[in-house]
């Protein structure tokens, strides 16, 4: 596999370790990289999205860190830095918010074979997250440091994808924050997310799929916080000059695209209907589509009447919308589910998805 040698000693915990670089460009780092998520070019992948993943399998090292960069965030609040998490061969969640200047994280320090599983726990939704080549809170990583012969393998992921598109909600703001708690101030942010608490992403695990997402705080069908363009050209840029298409279609084209929209203030049905048929024409006929009505409530009827309008006039079989209808879950602020209040909307939800995926 293709690995280079590194001519330097590191050292993991308190031990020189003569080490090896498996770059980003490996093809088995690209093929675990979560669909539609991450920008490669340059020697480094980098993602603005929170809850974007990369899984790697490793053989013959028990050390593995992870080469990163800082120095492109733009943020006078070290609060704000994205915080990433991860697993070692299906062990606990382990955390670390990254700093300015940093350029590596240890991911383990003593597991053989390691099999690695992280994401983008927390971002700040303030910064910029989609203009430019380089967003201005991206995660921008460039390679797995290894034990001196260790190299990545293959890895058997699911094959069927489940897209979540979303606002805070999906996203996982405020989950990691207890019940009552509040918002946090600005610089504190990124603290109260957890990309995997989103109950999107346990109705993907639970189904088995892999779960991807394009989901941001303060975003709405027609656009969100820190300039994030409508629904109808973020379904096809990565970033405001990287595409998420290939040949016209999302790469690889997923089986189940779920939206989450309207928290934000109830939607234009102009707004829905365009959107809806843009992201019909990005997957296939057979992509279900369903569409949340947001468990708080809002936006109930413009959803109801635009998505009925797109279903009459496209003759769209394979669009759904679903209505939770009244859920008492816990919140840090009223809005916003802790990770239990997400559970409690996963089990509503599941039976639903159950009978639509039949």
Not at 336 to 344: I, Q, R
Request: hydrophobic share 40%.
């Amino acid at each position: 596999m293709n690995f280079f040698r590194l001519g330097i000693g590191l050292v993991f915990s308190g031990a020189a370790l003569s080490a090896a670089v498996i770059p980003v460009t490996d093809a088995h780092v690209q093929s675990g990289l979560s669909p539609y998520n991450w920008v490669s070019g340059d020697g480094a992948i980098h993602s603005s999205i929170n809850g974007a993943s990369v899984t790697v399998k490793f053989k013959g090292t028990k050390q593995l860190a992870l080469q990163v960069a800082t120095d492109h965030i733009k943020t006078n609040a070290a609060g704000r830095y994205p915080i990433l998490a991860w697993t070692v061969n299906g062990g606990p969640v382990q955390t670390h918010q990254l700093a300015a200047k940093e350029t590596s994280v240890v991911l383990s320090a003593n597991a053989a074979d390691p099999t690695v599983d992280l994401y983008i726990k927390g971002m700040s939704p303030f910064e910029g997250r989609f203009s430019g080549n380089l967003p201005d809170n991206a995660v921008k990583i460039t390679g797995f440091v290894v034990d001196d012969g260790g190299k990545s393998v293959p890895l058997k992921l699911p094959s069927k994808v489940w897209l979540n598109i979303g606002d805070s909600i999906m996203s996982g703001d405020g989950a990691a924050y207890a019940k009552g708690q509040g918002r946090p101030p600005d610089d504190s942010w990124a603290a109260s997310e957890d990309g995997r608490a989103s109950y999107g992403y346990l109705l993907a695990r639970h189904f088995g799929y892999r779960e991807s997402r394009i989901a941001y705080g303060g975003y709405n069908w027609a656009g969100g916080m820190a300039q994030v363009p409508a629904l109808t050209t973020l379904i096809d840029q990565r970033t405001s000059t990287v595409s998420r298409l290939e040949k016209d279609l999302l790469s690889p084209v997923p089986d189940l695209v779920m939206i989450n929209l309207g928290e934000n203030g109830a939607p234009a049905d102009a707004a829905v209907i365009q959107a809806l048929g843009k992201i019909r024409s990005r997957v296939v006929a057979t992509t279900k589509i369903v569409v949340m009505i947001p468990v708080s409530g809002r936006g109930k009827a413009e959803l109801n009447r635009a998505v009925a309008s797109y279903k009459s006039t496209a003759k769209d079989e394979h669009v759904f919308l679903v209505d939770l209808g009244s859920l008492s879950f816990d919140t840090c602020d009223g809005q916003h589910p802790t990770a239990a209040g997400h559970e409690v909307i996963f089990k509503a939800a599941r039976p639903v998805l159950e009978a639509l995926l039949k």
